[in-house]
């Protein structure tokens, strides 16, 4: 857990390519088309790495429910072989779908109110949502293409 939270906590140094600006920006927000502080102009943040972001029971509704774009989480935990199948799909699509949808995912055995909230029989799955509701919900290990045909007709609703 602990290293879990410094993960969270992680920073990054972003120069504003219009005024110079070194803007520190949480890792976590590179997902939200930041701005320079200074002067406004958006933030460059393409090459920095992007992956999931990992959410949590306390964070998921502003993470996830309030997020501005539509959002795939997926529903994990570390010790299924299934997740870890799916897992480089997921990290690959956060890459892919960057600035179109948010791409999150959440440790059910750390995070079990939210897997109950919605109902998770088990892991892995990945839950749909746009505008704060859910619109799919997709059990198992399922290839890249089709998780992103289904998430692809979800951003098009919006
Ligand atoms: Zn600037």
Known sequence: MKFKKAMDQESLIIECLRCGTRNRLPRVRIHDKP??????????????????????????????????????????SPTCPYCRMLSPVIDELAVKFEGAALISRINVTVNPVTAQQFGIQGVPTLLLFREGKLM???VGVLSGDEIE?????????S
Not at 149 to 157: E, F, H, P, S, V
């Open 35 to 76: 701005h320079c502080g200074k002067c406004h102009a958006p933030l460059d943040v393409h090459g920095f790495a992007v992956r999931p972001l990992e959410t949590t029971d306390a964070k998921f509704a502003v993470d996830v429910l309030a997020a501005a774009q539509p959002s795939l989480v997926f529903f994990y």
């Open 136 to 138: 799919k919900r997709m």
């Open 149 to 157: 045909r289904t998430l692809k007709g979800i951003i098009k609703l």
